[in-house]
Protein backbone atom coordinates (compact mmCIF):
# COMPACT_ATOMS: atom_id res chain seq x y z
CA UNK A 1 0.00 0.00 0.00
CA UNK A 2 2.86 2.16 0.61
CA UNK A 3 4.11 2.03 -3.08
CA UNK A 4 0.26 3.16 -3.86
CA UNK A 5 0.11 5.68 -2.50
CA UNK A 6 3.54 7.20 -3.05
CA UNK A 7 2.77 6.70 -7.00
CA UNK A 8 -1.01 7.82 -6.31
CA UNK A 9 0.88 11.12 -4.75
CA UNK A 10 3.41 11.67 -7.83
CA UNK A 11 0.62 11.20 -10.39
CA UNK A 12 -1.63 13.41 -8.39
CA UNK A 13 1.48 16.58 -8.09
CA UNK A 14 2.55 15.81 -12.26
CA UNK A 15 -1.37 16.32 -12.92
CA UNK A 16 -1.03 19.57 -11.30
CA UNK A 17 2.65 20.54 -12.70
CA UNK A 18 1.70 19.80 -16.24
CA UNK A 19 -1.15 22.01 -17.23
CA UNK A 20 1.13 24.94 -15.43
CA UNK A 21 4.06 24.19 -17.71
CA UNK A 22 2.31 23.55 -20.74
CA UNK A 23 1.01 27.21 -19.95
CA UNK A 24 4.28 28.01 -19.18
CA UNK A 25 5.64 26.17 -22.76
CA UNK A 26 2.93 27.65 -24.52
CA UNK A 27 3.50 31.30 -23.19
CA UNK A 28 7.03 31.59 -23.67
CA UNK A 29 6.40 30.28 -27.15
CA UNK A 30 3.91 32.43 -28.48
CA UNK A 31 6.34 35.66 -27.25
CA UNK A 32 9.02 34.20 -29.07
CA UNK A 33 7.00 34.27 -32.21
CA UNK A 34 5.26 37.53 -31.41
CA UNK A 35 9.34 38.86 -31.64
CA UNK A 36 9.66 40.60 -34.63
CA UNK A 37 12.19 39.16 -37.66
CA UNK A 38 15.11 41.39 -37.69
CA UNK A 39 15.01 43.89 -40.56
CA UNK A 40 17.04 43.69 -44.08
CA UNK A 41 17.37 46.50 -46.37
CA UNK A 42 19.76 46.57 -49.13
CA UNK A 43 21.98 49.48 -51.08
CA UNK A 44 23.26 49.86 -54.48
CA UNK A 45 26.94 50.70 -53.06
CA UNK A 46 28.59 51.37 -56.00
CA UNK A 47 25.95 54.35 -57.35
CA UNK A 48 26.81 55.60 -53.36
CA UNK A 49 30.07 55.58 -53.30
CA UNK A 50 29.82 57.73 -56.81
CA UNK A 51 28.08 60.81 -54.92
CA UNK A 52 31.45 61.19 -53.61
CA UNK A 53 33.13 64.21 -54.10
CA UNK A 54 36.23 62.38 -54.73
CA UNK A 55 34.62 59.51 -56.36
CA UNK A 56 35.72 61.50 -59.89
CA UNK A 57 39.20 61.81 -58.95
CA UNK A 58 39.14 57.83 -58.05
CA UNK A 59 37.91 56.87 -61.76
CA UNK A 60 40.93 59.27 -63.57
CA UNK A 61 43.62 58.02 -61.24
CA UNK A 62 42.02 54.75 -62.49
CA UNK A 63 41.93 55.10 -65.49
CA UNK A 64 45.56 56.69 -65.54
CA UNK A 65 46.95 53.60 -63.72
CA UNK A 66 45.56 50.83 -66.47
CA UNK A 67 46.86 52.66 -69.02
CA UNK A 68 50.00 52.60 -67.76
CA UNK A 69 49.72 49.21 -66.57
CA UNK A 70 48.40 48.08 -69.98
CA UNK A 71 51.47 49.82 -71.85
CA UNK A 72 54.20 47.39 -69.35
CA UNK A 73 52.17 44.23 -69.53
CA UNK A 74 51.92 44.78 -73.28
CA UNK A 75 55.51 44.42 -73.41
CA UNK A 76 55.69 41.56 -71.23
CA UNK A 77 53.12 39.94 -73.26
CA UNK A 78 55.00 40.66 -76.58
CA UNK A 79 58.68 39.35 -74.89
CA UNK A 80 56.51 36.14 -73.27
CA UNK A 81 55.03 35.33 -76.59
CA UNK A 82 58.61 35.22 -78.34
CA UNK A 83 59.84 33.10 -75.73
CA UNK A 84 56.63 30.56 -76.00
CA UNK A 85 56.87 30.31 -79.78
CA UNK A 86 60.39 29.00 -79.06
CA UNK A 87 62.81 32.25 -80.19
CA UNK A 88 65.58 32.54 -77.95
CA UNK A 89 65.77 36.32 -76.28
CA UNK A 90 68.52 38.24 -76.83
CA UNK A 91 70.38 39.40 -73.71
CA UNK A 92 68.91 42.24 -74.06
CA UNK A 93 65.19 41.59 -74.57
CA UNK A 94 65.89 38.83 -71.63
CA UNK A 95 67.15 41.96 -69.51
CA UNK A 96 63.98 44.18 -70.93
CA UNK A 97 61.57 41.46 -69.73
CA UNK A 98 63.27 41.13 -66.31
CA UNK A 99 62.87 44.76 -65.67
CA UNK A 100 59.29 44.83 -67.13
CA UNK A 101 57.92 42.33 -64.68
CA UNK A 102 59.17 44.34 -62.03
CA UNK A 103 57.87 47.22 -63.31
CA UNK A 104 54.48 45.77 -63.84
CA UNK A 105 54.69 44.47 -60.02
CA UNK A 106 55.42 47.83 -58.80
CA UNK A 107 53.07 49.66 -60.60
CA UNK A 108 50.73 47.51 -59.80
CA UNK A 109 51.23 47.55 -56.15
CA UNK A 110 51.28 51.33 -56.06
CA UNK A 111 48.06 51.54 -57.71
CA UNK A 112 46.45 49.49 -55.95
CA UNK A 113 47.81 51.30 -52.80
CA UNK A 114 46.97 54.90 -54.45
CA UNK A 115 43.37 53.65 -55.43
CA UNK A 116 42.64 51.93 -51.85
CA UNK A 117 43.75 55.44 -50.11
CA UNK A 118 41.43 57.58 -52.48
CA UNK A 119 38.46 55.31 -51.93
CA UNK A 120 38.45 55.28 -48.26
CA UNK A 121 37.25 58.06 -47.57
CA UNK A 122 34.20 57.67 -49.89
CA UNK A 123 34.29 53.82 -48.53
CA UNK A 124 34.12 55.78 -44.77
CA UNK A 125 31.65 58.20 -45.78
CA UNK A 126 28.72 55.78 -47.30
CA UNK A 127 29.51 53.02 -44.67
CA UNK A 128 28.89 56.06 -41.88
CA UNK A 129 25.72 56.88 -44.07
CA UNK A 130 24.10 53.40 -44.19
CA UNK A 131 24.79 52.66 -40.10
CA UNK A 132 22.85 56.01 -39.56
CA UNK A 133 19.79 55.09 -41.62
CA UNK A 134 19.64 51.55 -40.83
CA UNK A 135 19.73 52.51 -37.44
CA UNK A 136 17.22 55.69 -37.84
CA UNK A 137 15.04 52.15 -39.50
CA UNK A 138 15.51 49.96 -37.20
CA UNK A 139 17.45 47.39 -39.58
CA UNK A 140 19.55 45.43 -38.10
CA UNK A 141 21.25 43.77 -41.50
CA UNK A 142 22.13 45.57 -44.69
CA UNK A 143 23.65 44.24 -47.73
CA UNK A 144 25.07 45.33 -50.61
CA UNK A 145 22.46 44.88 -53.94
CA UNK A 146 24.67 44.31 -56.69
CA UNK A 147 27.29 41.91 -54.50
CA UNK A 148 24.45 39.47 -53.41
CA UNK A 149 23.22 39.72 -57.33
CA UNK A 150 26.61 38.47 -58.64
CA UNK A 151 27.15 36.15 -55.78
CA UNK A 152 23.54 34.44 -56.01
CA UNK A 153 22.89 34.74 -52.36
CA UNK A 154 19.63 36.76 -52.32
CA UNK A 155 17.26 35.36 -54.46
CA UNK A 156 14.65 38.22 -54.17
CA UNK A 157 14.51 41.43 -52.44
CA UNK A 158 11.30 43.66 -52.32
CA UNK A 159 12.05 46.95 -53.71
CA UNK A 160 10.78 48.58 -50.35
CA UNK A 161 13.64 47.24 -48.47
CA UNK A 162 16.04 49.43 -50.76
CA UNK A 163 17.36 52.33 -48.72
CA UNK A 164 19.27 53.73 -50.89
CA UNK A 165 17.86 56.76 -51.81
CA UNK A 166 17.41 57.71 -47.85
CA UNK A 167 21.43 56.58 -47.61
CA UNK A 168 22.17 58.68 -50.80
CA UNK A 169 20.05 62.14 -48.60
CA UNK A 170 22.34 61.58 -45.76
CA UNK A 171 25.04 61.62 -47.83
CA UNK A 172 24.32 64.53 -50.32
CA UNK A 173 23.61 66.51 -46.63
CA UNK A 174 26.86 65.45 -44.86
CA UNK A 175 28.95 67.07 -48.69
Known amino acids: MKGRDRRRAILDAMRRVVPVLFVLFASLAASALAQPLAAVGYVDSQYLLSLHPSYQQLVDRREMANAEI ?95 PMVEEVLRAGF
Request: net charge negative; aromatic share 4%.
Open 70 to 164: SQVAATVQELQAKQQAGQALTPEEEERLQASIATLQALQQRYDQELQDLAQPAIEAVNAAIAQVAADLGIGVVFDANAARESGLIVYAAPGNDIT
